[in-house]
Protein backbone atom coordinates (compact mmCIF):
# COMPACT_ATOMS: atom_id res chain seq x y z
CA UNK A 1 0.00 0.00 0.00
CA UNK A 2 2.83 2.72 0.70
CA UNK A 3 4.19 1.84 -2.80
CA UNK A 4 1.00 3.01 -4.57
CA UNK A 5 1.70 6.76 -2.20
CA UNK A 6 3.91 8.54 -4.88
CA UNK A 7 1.71 7.41 -7.75
CA UNK A 8 0.91 10.89 -8.85
CA UNK A 9 2.61 11.85 -12.49
CA UNK A 10 5.48 13.61 -12.62
CA UNK A 11 5.61 16.90 -14.75
CA UNK A 12 9.05 17.95 -15.90
CA UNK A 13 9.45 21.55 -14.85
CA UNK A 14 8.80 24.01 -17.35
CA UNK A 15 11.95 25.16 -19.88
CA UNK A 16 12.75 29.11 -18.97
CA UNK A 17 11.17 31.03 -21.92
CA UNK A 18 14.16 32.77 -23.62
CA UNK A 19 12.95 36.70 -23.62
CA UNK A 20 13.85 38.21 -27.01
CA UNK A 21 16.24 41.61 -26.60
CA UNK A 22 14.87 44.46 -25.96
CA UNK A 23 15.54 46.67 -29.63
CA UNK A 24 17.10 49.42 -27.64
CA UNK A 25 19.72 46.52 -26.53
CA UNK A 26 20.20 45.16 -30.08
CA UNK A 27 23.38 46.56 -32.15
CA UNK A 28 22.80 49.39 -34.28
CA UNK A 29 24.61 51.24 -36.74
CA UNK A 30 27.12 54.33 -35.77
CA UNK A 31 24.81 57.36 -35.75
CA UNK A 32 25.59 60.28 -38.23
CA UNK A 33 27.27 62.30 -35.22
CA UNK A 34 29.66 59.61 -34.84
CA UNK A 35 31.10 60.05 -38.30
CA UNK A 36 32.40 63.79 -37.66
CA UNK A 37 34.65 63.91 -40.88
CA UNK A 38 31.36 63.73 -43.28
CA UNK A 39 30.11 67.48 -42.20
CA UNK A 40 33.75 68.82 -42.42
CA UNK A 41 34.55 67.33 -45.73
CA UNK A 42 31.31 68.64 -47.51
CA UNK A 43 32.50 71.96 -45.96
CA UNK A 44 35.78 71.89 -47.74
CA UNK A 45 34.19 70.74 -50.29
CA UNK A 46 31.92 73.88 -51.13
CA UNK A 47 34.36 76.09 -49.57
CA UNK A 48 36.54 74.73 -52.60
CA UNK A 49 33.83 74.90 -55.54
CA UNK A 50 32.62 78.14 -53.79
CA UNK A 51 36.10 79.53 -54.93
CA UNK A 52 36.88 77.80 -57.96
CA UNK A 53 33.56 77.96 -59.75
CA UNK A 54 32.94 82.30 -59.63
CA UNK A 55 35.63 83.14 -62.59
CA UNK A 56 34.68 80.88 -64.82
CA UNK A 57 30.94 81.65 -64.98
CA UNK A 58 30.84 84.34 -67.35
CA UNK A 59 32.89 82.44 -69.39
CA UNK A 60 35.46 85.19 -70.25
CA UNK A 61 39.18 83.18 -70.83
CA UNK A 62 40.45 86.43 -69.43
CA UNK A 63 39.46 86.06 -65.91
CA UNK A 64 40.31 82.14 -65.88
CA UNK A 65 42.79 81.06 -62.82
CA UNK A 66 44.47 79.07 -65.44
CA UNK A 67 46.58 80.92 -67.83
CA UNK A 68 44.87 80.26 -71.61
CA UNK A 69 46.47 79.73 -74.62
CA UNK A 70 45.53 82.68 -77.03
CA UNK A 71 46.81 79.93 -79.60
CA UNK A 72 44.93 76.85 -78.45
CA UNK A 73 41.11 77.71 -79.17
CA UNK A 74 40.39 74.33 -77.15
CA UNK A 75 41.76 75.17 -74.10
CA UNK A 76 39.33 77.19 -72.54
CA UNK A 77 36.70 75.00 -73.33
CA UNK A 78 38.17 71.68 -72.39
CA UNK A 79 39.05 73.66 -69.02
CA UNK A 80 35.57 74.57 -68.36
CA UNK A 81 34.45 70.71 -69.07
CA UNK A 82 37.07 69.35 -66.68
CA UNK A 83 35.96 71.60 -64.03
CA UNK A 84 32.77 70.50 -64.66
CA UNK A 85 32.59 66.86 -64.39
CA UNK A 86 35.55 67.51 -61.30
CA UNK A 87 32.66 69.53 -59.98
CA UNK A 88 30.53 66.06 -60.50
CA UNK A 89 33.29 63.88 -58.72
CA UNK A 90 33.76 66.07 -55.34
CA UNK A 91 30.37 66.11 -54.74
CA UNK A 92 29.36 62.46 -55.65
CA UNK A 93 32.47 60.94 -53.94
CA UNK A 94 31.19 62.98 -50.96
CA UNK A 95 28.19 61.62 -51.06
CA UNK A 96 29.04 58.07 -51.76
CA UNK A 97 31.33 58.35 -48.21
CA UNK A 98 28.17 59.57 -46.59
CA UNK A 99 27.19 56.08 -44.30
CA UNK A 100 23.47 57.28 -43.83
CA UNK A 101 22.91 56.94 -47.44
CA UNK A 102 25.17 53.70 -47.89
CA UNK A 103 22.93 52.08 -45.23
CA UNK A 104 19.93 53.98 -45.83
CA UNK A 105 19.56 53.95 -49.69
CA UNK A 106 21.71 51.58 -51.44
CA UNK A 107 19.86 52.01 -54.84
CA UNK A 108 21.07 55.81 -54.54
CA UNK A 109 24.15 54.52 -53.68
CA UNK A 110 25.01 52.61 -56.62
CA UNK A 111 23.34 55.64 -58.98
CA UNK A 112 25.68 58.05 -57.42
CA UNK A 113 28.90 55.97 -57.07
CA UNK A 114 27.89 55.27 -61.16
CA UNK A 115 27.45 58.92 -61.67
CA UNK A 116 30.98 59.28 -59.92
CA UNK A 117 32.99 56.99 -62.25
CA UNK A 118 31.31 57.91 -65.72
CA UNK A 119 30.32 61.66 -65.41
CA UNK A 120 32.77 62.09 -63.11
CA UNK A 121 36.24 60.59 -62.74
CA UNK A 122 36.40 59.39 -66.56
CA UNK A 123 35.89 62.36 -68.31
CA UNK A 124 37.77 64.78 -65.94
CA UNK A 125 40.39 62.36 -66.06
CA UNK A 126 40.69 62.05 -69.87
CA UNK A 127 40.13 66.16 -70.10
CA UNK A 128 42.72 66.77 -67.65
CA UNK A 129 45.11 64.55 -69.98
CA UNK A 130 44.46 66.81 -72.56
CA UNK A 131 44.63 70.18 -71.04
CA UNK A 132 48.21 69.28 -69.52
CA UNK A 133 50.24 69.67 -72.48
CA UNK A 134 48.76 73.00 -72.49
CA UNK A 135 49.49 74.40 -69.12
CA UNK A 136 52.42 76.23 -68.44
CA UNK A 137 52.68 74.27 -64.66
CA UNK A 138 54.43 71.22 -63.93
CA UNK A 139 52.81 68.07 -65.23
CA UNK A 140 55.04 64.41 -64.26
CA UNK A 141 52.49 64.80 -60.91
CA UNK A 142 49.17 65.69 -62.11
CA UNK A 143 49.48 63.12 -64.88
CA UNK A 144 50.30 60.11 -62.65
CA UNK A 145 47.87 61.38 -60.22
CA UNK A 146 45.44 61.73 -63.09
CA UNK A 147 46.47 58.10 -64.24
CA UNK A 148 46.22 56.72 -60.59
CA UNK A 149 43.10 57.96 -60.26
CA UNK A 150 41.49 56.15 -63.12
CA UNK A 151 42.69 52.76 -61.91
CA UNK A 152 41.64 53.49 -58.33
CA UNK A 153 38.29 53.88 -59.66
CA UNK A 154 38.31 51.51 -62.54
CA UNK A 155 39.36 48.10 -59.63
CA UNK A 156 36.86 49.83 -57.42
CA UNK A 157 33.72 49.51 -59.75
CA UNK A 158 35.11 46.29 -60.65
CA UNK A 159 34.91 45.26 -57.13
CA UNK A 160 31.64 46.63 -56.69
CA UNK A 161 30.17 44.63 -59.67
CA UNK A 162 31.71 41.41 -58.38
CA UNK A 163 30.22 41.98 -54.91
CA UNK A 164 33.37 41.98 -53.04
CA UNK A 165 32.45 44.93 -50.41
CA UNK A 166 35.68 45.36 -48.57
CA UNK A 167 38.01 45.49 -51.73
CA UNK A 168 35.27 47.88 -52.92
CA UNK A 169 35.42 50.13 -49.97
CA UNK A 170 39.30 49.62 -50.34
CA UNK A 171 39.87 50.95 -53.85
CA UNK A 172 36.92 53.91 -53.83
CA UNK A 173 38.53 55.39 -50.88
CA UNK A 174 41.92 55.07 -52.84
CA UNK A 175 40.06 57.28 -55.66
CA UNK A 176 38.72 59.52 -52.92
CA UNK A 177 41.81 60.31 -52.11
CA UNK A 178 43.10 60.67 -55.80
CA UNK A 179 39.53 62.77 -56.39
CA UNK A 180 40.58 65.89 -53.59
CA UNK A 181 44.11 65.91 -54.12
CA UNK A 182 42.92 69.02 -56.27
CA UNK A 183 41.86 70.95 -53.22
CA UNK A 184 45.39 70.73 -51.24
CA UNK A 185 46.60 72.84 -53.97
CA UNK A 186 44.10 75.79 -52.78
CA UNK A 187 44.93 75.23 -49.27
CA UNK A 188 48.71 76.00 -49.90
CA UNK A 189 47.64 79.06 -52.15
CA UNK A 190 45.74 80.58 -49.00
CA UNK A 191 47.72 79.68 -47.01
CA UNK A 192 50.62 81.50 -48.28
CA UNK A 193 48.21 84.26 -48.85
CA UNK A 194 47.07 84.68 -45.65
CA UNK A 195 50.83 85.19 -44.53
CA UNK A 196 51.87 87.43 -47.30
CA UNK A 197 54.35 85.42 -48.72
CA UNK A 198 55.45 87.20 -51.61
CA UNK A 199 58.74 85.34 -52.49
CA UNK A 200 58.25 84.13 -56.29
CA UNK A 201 60.59 81.48 -55.80
CA UNK A 202 58.31 80.14 -52.92
CA UNK A 203 55.64 80.31 -54.82
CA UNK A 204 56.92 78.32 -57.51
CA UNK A 205 58.04 75.65 -55.04
CA UNK A 206 54.26 74.99 -53.95
CA UNK A 207 53.23 74.99 -57.63
CA UNK A 208 55.63 72.03 -58.13
CA UNK A 209 54.76 70.30 -54.88
CA UNK A 210 51.43 70.85 -54.50
CA UNK A 211 50.51 68.20 -57.84
CA UNK A 212 52.39 65.40 -55.25
CA UNK A 213 52.16 66.60 -52.00
CA UNK A 214 48.69 66.95 -52.26
CA UNK A 215 47.63 62.80 -53.05
CA UNK A 216 50.76 61.59 -50.88
CA UNK A 217 49.29 63.49 -48.25
CA UNK A 218 45.85 61.75 -49.02
CA UNK A 219 47.25 57.95 -49.37
CA UNK A 220 48.64 58.05 -46.30
CA UNK A 221 45.34 59.34 -44.36
CA UNK A 222 43.50 56.81 -46.30
CA UNK A 223 45.80 53.99 -45.43
CA UNK A 224 45.66 55.09 -41.87
CA UNK A 225 42.12 54.86 -41.72
CA UNK A 226 41.85 51.13 -43.81
CA UNK A 227 44.42 49.96 -40.98
CA UNK A 228 42.34 51.65 -38.01
CA UNK A 229 39.68 50.06 -39.26
CA UNK A 230 40.73 46.40 -40.85
CA UNK A 231 39.47 44.86 -37.68
CA UNK A 232 35.42 46.46 -37.35
CA UNK A 233 32.82 44.64 -38.79
CA UNK A 234 31.51 45.84 -42.13
CA UNK A 235 28.37 47.79 -40.91
CA UNK A 236 30.91 50.13 -38.53
CA UNK A 237 32.89 50.98 -41.59
CA UNK A 238 32.89 53.32 -44.30
Request: overall charge positive.
Amino acid sequence: MAQNLDTAPRTRPAPDVVEPRPAAERPTAPTWWRRPWVLPLGVVVFAFLSFVWPPYLGLDPKASLIPIRPEAPQHYPMLIAHIATGTISLVTVVLQLWPWLRRRHPAAHRLIGRTYVFAGVLPSAVLAFLITPLSMGPSVGTTLGGLLWLFTTGMGFARAVQGRVLAHRMWMLYSFAFAINIVWGRVFVVLLMSLGVQNQAIWSQVAGTAPWLGWVINLFLVQWWLNRTADRPLKEIV
